[in-house]
């Protein structure tokens, strides 16, 4: 909180400088806190030692947009947040782009823009938005939100009435993305990275760190006279997990050697353990080739159903690609080859669905149920065959039963002060842990955590 | 001429009135007289910026009050709440800058007199002749 608070101090003296000298016109400035309470009994959830409650819950943005003409508005946030062992309360820019509305059926951002999936991912992180504290996890997992929330790059948008029917609003963007090693999905990575490094290069601390270059999407939604929207969205990651040059030693099984490098004939099967050399750079490919949403919102008056059904593929694959010299114990043959690839290391896909219905009385208090459901579909994974060959074995069925899916059951309440205050308090009953963070607490293991647990949750927020 | 005046006015009323209790009005630069409810709509959310004319729209609503929530749910199809929630995510996302408000009906009606390009909503009898009237087809 220390630095966020230092970083906001500096930017709303900033602002009051900018105030007085009058060049602040047109300038909009809007900012958010929040604070909540998480307690959970019979496992933690998302903070470390959060059976006994915790606080470590709150986000604060800061928000500045300016309207440089009719078609042209530029502005950035600043986001600072704390879920457990995730943020930290490290201040970071959210979004900052500038948005030209050529047409209203045409427009262009450039910068890092919130990413458009689904019904809430753009505004995910700012608490009054949604009537409960947390958006349906299986689908707006926090814990994987640095890959969800926004790209970098450019992106076209706009909206085609049609009539009296209603009008088609459209998102397509083309960037990349910064991504945040605290992740769980870069955790996961590190750790079959340096599970795989390991065995390669068993004396070297290895350093390993991710870019995603190529990172692409849209999403079309369908806004009805009749109070019901409906819309489809997906997106494409392809990243890179990478170390600098290290030295490869290992122990191997050699199928064989040639006599003559440059003669596939001089061929001979062996199979003996021996040393390999090498210094290469160490990659892995990290891609989410399929995530996919469909989704569907009906409010009339003061009633909202929400729904949306989530597919995504996850696969890690390695291309270890290093010219490497491998000597037998007696130095007697050199045998070369200059690609070693495995296709799939890793192969995950995932199925999520939730149904949110929530109902405004008396202008201010809204009371919600939620259903969600999220189930692991494939698990495949490298392993090695009776002869030391590598194949992508079906790791599902030996997925513990409380490993493979969550079922997440939700009441809550949300009390609107004014249109600056919020209040929250919700209770969720649990059913399986897949995908619950567990990697998140160090030192909990997953065979440990129990089938059936729960949380509640409380949370203040302020907006202006 | 002020009974005929009059007279016109309250005849419009009852054309252009949903339920009776809103008129939508615009400034007088502004050409259209008719306008569609989607159209209402789009240009209350942000999705409909320019006139036919090219120029540009200025939407303008009232912070709270009877005619803001019949005007939202008649006109907008969605409650204040929702139209709140609707303008904070596109504050907060970047997307999009939400209609100035104003306190009361007068201060709207003087704005959307004196603005090129306004619309905004008033109850029946605080309509004068600075405004357009724009009645719903």
């Known amino acids: 909180m220390k630095n966020t608070n230092i970083f906001l101090i500096i930017v709303l003296m900033l602002v009051s ?38 606080s470590e819950l709150n986000e604060l943005g800061f928000t500045l947009s300016k309207q440089l003409s009719p078609k042209l508005r530029v502005g950035f946030q600043l986001l600072s947040r704390d879920y457990g062992e995730l943020g930290n309360n490290e201040t970071k820019l959210d979004w900052a782009f500038a948005d030209y509305r050529w047409k209203d059926y045409l427009g262009f951002r450039f910068g890092k823009v919130k990413t458009p999936l689904g019904l809430y991912n753009e505004g995910r992180d700012v608490d009054m938005l949604r009537p409960t504290v947390f958006l349906p996890q299986s689908v707006y997992d926090e814990a994987y939100r640095s890959y969800l929330v926004a790209y970098q790059g450019v992106g076209l948008y706009g909206s085609l009435p049609l009539m009296d029917y209603g009008d088609l609003e459209y998102n397509g963007f083309l960037g990349n993305m910064n991504l945040d090693k605290e992740d769980l999905p870069m955790r996961d990575l590190l750790d079959l990275a340096n599970g795989l490094l390991s065995s390669l290069s068993p004396d070297q601390t290895t350093y390993i760190d991710m870019l995603c270059e190529d ?44 006599a003559d490098p440059t003669d596939p004939t001089t061929y001979t099967p062996i199979q003996a353990p021996i040393k390999s050399y090498g210094n290469k750079p160490f990659e892995l490919e990290v891609k989410i080739p399929n995530r996919r949403a469909i989704s569907f919102e009906f409010q009339y008056e003061n009633f909202t159903l929400a729904t949306e059904y989530l597919q995504e593929t996850l696969q890690v694959n390695t291309d270890i690609n290093f010219p490497v010299n491998y000597y037998l114990a007696a130095d007697s043959a050199i045998f070369n080859t200059d690609h070693v690839k495995f296709d799939e290391l890793y192969d995950r896909d995932d199925e999520a669905f939730y149904v949110m219905a929530s109902y ?14 999220i189930e692991l579909k494939k698990q495949k994974q490298l392993a090695l065959d009776a002869n030391n060959k590598p194949f992508l ?5 030996s997925v513990p039963n409380k490993l493979d ?60 | 001429v002020k009974k005929v005046i009059l007279g016109t006015v309250l005849l419009l009323m009852s054309v252009v009135c949903f339920a009776g209790d809103f008129i939508i009005i615009a400034n007088k630069s502004v050409g259209e007289s008719l306008i569609s409810k989607a159209d209402v709509k789009n240009i209350f959310l942000g999705k409909k910026s320019t ?24 006109a907008v199809k969605k409650s204040k709440s929702q139209f709140n929630t609707f303008w904070k995510k ?17 201060a709207m009606l003087d704005y959307v007199a004196k603005t090129p390009g306004a619309i905004g909503y008033v109850s029946a009898n605080m309509i004068d002749d600075r405004v357009n009237i724009i009645k719903l087809n």
């Open chain 1, 405 to 464: 899916h969550r079922t997440d059951i939700g009441l809550g309440i949300k009390y609107d002060v004014n249109f600056n205050w919020t209040i929250k308090a919700e209770y969720h009953a649990v059913d399986g842990i897949y995908r619950a963070y567990s990697d998140l607490l160090e030192g909990v293991e997953e065979d440990t955590l129990e089938k059936d647990w729960s949380y509640m949750l409380t949370k203040v927020s302020f907006n202006f």
């Open chain 2, 51 to 74: 006139w036919s004319d090219g120029s540009a729209i200025n939407a303008v609503i009232l912070k709270g009050g009877d005619v803001h929530i019949s005007f939202l749910k008649t």
């Open chain 1, 215 to 258: 990172f692409h999407g849209a999403s079309i939604f369908y806004n009805s006279p009749y109070y019901f929207r409906v819309g489809y969205s997906f997106f494409n990651f392809n990243g890179n997990a990478y170390t600098p040059n290290i030295n490869i030693q290992s122990n191997i099984d050699l199928y064989g050697v040639f």
């Open chain 1, 360 to 373: 405004t009385f008396f202008e201010k208090y809204t009371l919600s149920g939620i259903y969600d459901h």
């Open chain 1, 17 to 54: 400088f900018l105030n007085a000298n009058s060049m602040l016109d047109n300038l909009r400035i809007n900012g958010f806190v929040s604070q909540g309470y998480i307690y959970s009994q019979e496992n933690d959830y998302l903070v470390k030692g959060s059976q006994g409650g915790s």
């Open chain 1, 393 to 397: 074995a079906d790791m599902l069925p």
């Open chain 2, 90 to 106: 596109a504050i907060f996302t970047g997307t999009g800058t939400p209609p100035q408000k104003f306190d009361n009906e007068k």
